[in-house]
């Protein structure tokens, strides 16, 4: 998830934060909020559905209604399953408005700025580790997710990638293997984190692999050429996202009401990779749909 919040700062148009606050909330409420409450109700009406294939008690009045009150605290624990991921565009759209209320701030002082937040989120990490109680619209969280977002504007402001990245593709390649490993070795020693959970275990250990795994990942993105399938991805993963977790409870209902199999069948390293490419063809007409018809669910104008 890190890397998420990187790119969300390195792309960031500060052009619309210096038109004013109101005005970039505004375009942050567009982009995030209606896409989240649209496809929430996707999930929802979806999840309804199930129920009801299950017979399962939905008219019962506490449950049919958990789901709503849990659509506007927003966390992943409030979420049903079907639609957990979206915490994602909460989280995000409260990082990205407490940056823009620094930006002026993190503009004239970068470096100072940068040192500041990382001993503000990385303290918040410590202290709010794996909390029974979690703030509504993931507020906490995006304290912890600041940093990235303030780390990916800064690596575009400073130029930072043309520095780091090497003219050979070997070394390149070379470069992302060793910190792979370097990555591999530190998750082993930290263990399972969540940032939806705000669970870090050693939050130091959480905060450097995060940071060797955003770099790794851009020296790999240097060595994989430009095509129109990568691009294709990049330009849908506000559809790819919320629908994902869709798509995976609806083959996992096909898989064992329909053909009878065990539930931990989804487990297999087939299926995972089935589950995967079928989610992501689904999603190629559904994204049409969308930017043609409907371009506000995905937080574009109509």
């Known amino acids: 998830m890190p890397i998420f919040f990187f790119l969300s700062g390195y792309l960031i148009n500060t052009v619309n934060i210096e038109k004013g606050i109101w005005f970039f909330v505004k375009i942050q409420y567009k982009r995030f909020i209606i896409p989240y409450f649209s496809f929430w109700s996707i999930s929802y009406l979806l999840w309804i559905i199930m129920e009801l294939i299950q017979k399962k008690s939905i008219f019962n009045a506490a449950h049919l209604y958990n789901p709503l009150i849990g659509v506007l605290y927003g966390t992943n624990g409030h979420l049903y399953p079907i639609s957990v991921v979206l915490w994602f565009f909460t989280c995000l759209f409260i990082a990205s408005n407490i940056f823009a209320l620094l930006y002026q701030y993190i503009h004239k002082n970068l470096w100072l700025s940068f040192a500041l937040i990382l001993i503000i989120s990385l303290t918040f990490a410590n202290i709010c580790n794996n909390p029974k109680i979690k703030l509504p619209w993931n507020i906490d969280i995006s304290i912890v997710a600041l940093f990235f977002f303030t780390l990916g504007y800064i690596t575009k402001v400073k130029g930072v990638i043309n520095k780091i990245m090497f003219n050979s593709a070997t070394i ?10 370097i ?3 530190i998750v082993k020693r930290n263990g399972m984190v969540s940032m939806a959970s705000m669970n870090f275990q050693n939050p130091i250990l959480f905060f450097l692999s995060a940071c060797i795994g955003i770099t790794s990942v851009i020296y790999l993105s ?10 294709w991805l990049s330009k849908n993963t506000i559809v790819i996202f919320p629908l994902h977790q869709i798509f995976f409870c609806i083959f996992t209902g096909i898989g064992i009401v329909l053909l009878g199999l065990p ?6 390293l087939l299926f995972m990779v089935l589950y995967v490419m079928t989610s992501i063809l689904m999603c190629v007409p559904i994204s049409l749909f969308f930017h043609k018809y409907m371009p506000s669910i995905i937080g574009l104008k109509n």
Do not use: G, Q, W
């Not at 390149?172 to 490993?181: E, P, Q, Y």
């Not at 240097?222 to 691009?231: D, K, L, M, S, V």
């Not at 539930?263 to 297999?268: G, L, M, R, S, V």
């Open 172 to 181: 390149n390649l070379f470069a992302f293997i060793v910190l792979s490993i």
């Open 222 to 231: 240097h060595i994989i050429p430009p095509n129109r399938y990568f691009e």
């Open 263 to 268: 539930y931990d069948f989804k487990e297999n």
């Open 183 to 185: 990555l591999f070795f």
